[in-house]
């Protein structure tokens, strides 16, 4: 069982289609980071929420944390070819180890 | 810019031979991590490293080993590979504190045959 559970694993849409991955855990955490990995590439970071309730924007992807800070989401509107890749939220655990979740893969046709 | 590097992108070994995956991070950062990627689970911890000549198991530590005699560079040692250890390999490193990002290398493609 992992610790952060995401939702769905696989998402395949039209271009211009809105979409919501979920990341969910029993554990509360401090803060929750976002990353998407391209294919062949290392994952790359793309937003730390850090505030229960607490919703960031960048440009079309819209990132929440959820109000009791155990869970949280990302939704990604009018989603284009270029948001194509694996969508991982990741924690910090204990010291200084940073957990990853199952991930989502996101394909979106033109 | 800063960079992770992973010494190899593709590496083709046979059952029982000792792998070492090199990685090193030209920022200066206390945290050095090696995680296993597999389809559908994600990054899997294996070990981490918060400072020179300091380790911690993380998930999935099993049949491997680490090395961190210099700051800037961390190894993953695969003691007697096993076809079960056939994956993608990625390094990443991180600074002090508990909002800072993670970079990765591009990873290492391990085959073992």
């Known amino acids: 069982t992992q610790l952060l559970e995401q939702s769905p694993q696989f998402l395949s849409i039209q271009e211009g289609e809105n979409l919501t991955v979920y990341c969910n855990s029993s554990?509360?955490?401090?803060?929750l980071q976002w990353y998407r990995q391209e294919p062949g590439e290392g994952p790359v970071l793309l937003v730390t929420?850090?505030?229960?309730?607490e919703v960031k924007k960048l440009k079309r992807l819209t990132f929440q944390f959820g109000d009791a800070r155990k869970d949280s989401s990302l939704h990604i509107t009018a989603a284009q070819p270029g948001d194509t890749g694996l969508y991982l939220c990741?924690?910090?655990?204990?010291?200084?180890?940073?957990?990853f979740g199952s991930g989502t893969r996101l394909q979106v046709q033109p | 810019d800063v960079k992770v590097t992973q010494s190899s992108r593709y590496l083709v070994k046979r059952t029982g031979e000792k792998v070492f995956l090199e990685c090193v991070q030209d920022?200066?950062?206390?945290?050095m991590f090696w995680y296993r990627q597999d389809p559908g689970l994600g990054l899997r911890l294996i070990y981490f490293?918060?400072?020179?000549?300091?380790?911690e198991k993380g998930d999935i530590p099993e049949g491997y080993s680490v090395s961190r005699e210099k700051k800037e560079r961390f190894s993953l040692i695969l003691e007697s590979a096993s076809t079960n250890q056939t994956s993608m390999y990625l390094c990443?490193?991180?600074?002090?504190?508990?909002?800072?990002?993670?970079?990765f290398g591009q990873g290492t493609r391990l085959t073992v045959v």
């Open positions: 990443a490193s991180r600074p002090s504190g508990q909002n800072t990002e993670a970079f």
């Open positions: 990741a924690a910090v655990l204990g010291r200084r180890a940073l957990t």
């Open positions: 554990s509360v955490f401090s803060s």
């Open positions: 929420v850090v505030t229960g309730g």
């Open positions: 920022m200066d950062h206390e945290n």
């Open positions: 490293s918060y400072d020179v000549k300091m380790k």
